[in-house]
């Protein structure tokens, strides 16, 4: 015996005849120590007879209720209940029917489901490939545009140089109005208006005078000629460009 070891009360055979059975009611249970106490557990006979009464009522009062709920007008429900259930099913089987048709249908709409999904995939790669130029183009328009803010600053400092210079220009044709004004007064101081001019130093001063106002004269008919040069003049016979210059008719 061990210590999980109980006893219950049987009956041999037809004679009603009680012995002791004794059984584990666990396998890895210890063994007992001598004159340990075994317990009494009930038969099944023995639970039925203590809670048979019970057991009794309570199918009694199962009984009273399913009576209840089985009347007439329950069962009637009940009856309409089923017919409506038969009806439901019909419709169940002809929505079924006729939805066959585009449950087959479904695996054709999937493919073209995940090709719309893959044409999608490639779009979105070529927008992400235009982004990516539209981005160089912008950086490239930002960089052409600070270019031309840096010309713009170039333009306005060299407008600002040519109006300084235009000014000093325009200073400069009366300053050769006088100089062509001063020349002439010392030409007539030195060599007078209707004198012979026979003195070499009378004629060297009178000669530099000449130059003076011509270089005079062509500073105030051309004031610009000190920053870019002289007008070429036109070519004359046997120079070039003569003969086109005449078929122009100058």
Do not use: C, W
Request: no cysteine; net charge negative; aromatic share 2%.
């Amino acid at each position: 015996m061990t210590t999980a070891t109980y006893a219950q009360l049987g009956l041999q055979g037809v004679t009603g005849l009680s012995y002791i059975d004794l059984e584990n009611a666990s396998d890895n249970a210890v063994r007992a120590a001598p004159g340990k106490h075994i317990a009494l557990r009930p038969t099944l006979l023995d639970r039925l007879a203590t809670t048979g009464p019970d057991l009794i009522t309570g199918f009694a009062q199962v009984a009273q209720r399913l009576n209840a709920l089985l009347n007439d007008g329950n069962r009637a429900e009940f009856a309409k209940t089923l017919v409506q259930l038969g009806r439901t099913a019909d419709e169940v089987t002809r929505m079924m029917a006729a939805l066959e048709p585009g449950a087959r249908a479904l695996p054709g709409l999937l493919q073209q489901s995940a090709g719309a999904v893959r044409h999608v995939d490639a779009v979105v790669g070529h927008a992400d490939v235009a982004m990516g130029h539209a981005d160089d183009a912008l950086q490239a328009a930002d960089r052409s545009l600070h270019q031309i803010d840096a010309l713009v600053a170039d333009g306005r400092i060299l407008t600002q140089e040519l109006m300084a210079r235009a000014a000093v220009i325009d200073r400069l044709g009366p300053a050769a109005v006088q100089v062509q004004a001063t020349a002439r007064d010392l030409d007539l101081a030195l060599v007078g208006a209707t004198t012979p001019r026979t003195r070499p130093l009378v004629d060297d001063l009178a000669a530099t005078s000449h130059a003076v106002e011509r270089a005079a004269g062509d500073l105030g008919a051309e004031p610009q000629s000190l920053l870019f040069g002289r007008t070429p003049l036109p070519p004359g016979p046997g120079e070039s460009g003569f003969d086109a210059r005449l078929k122009a008719g100058r």
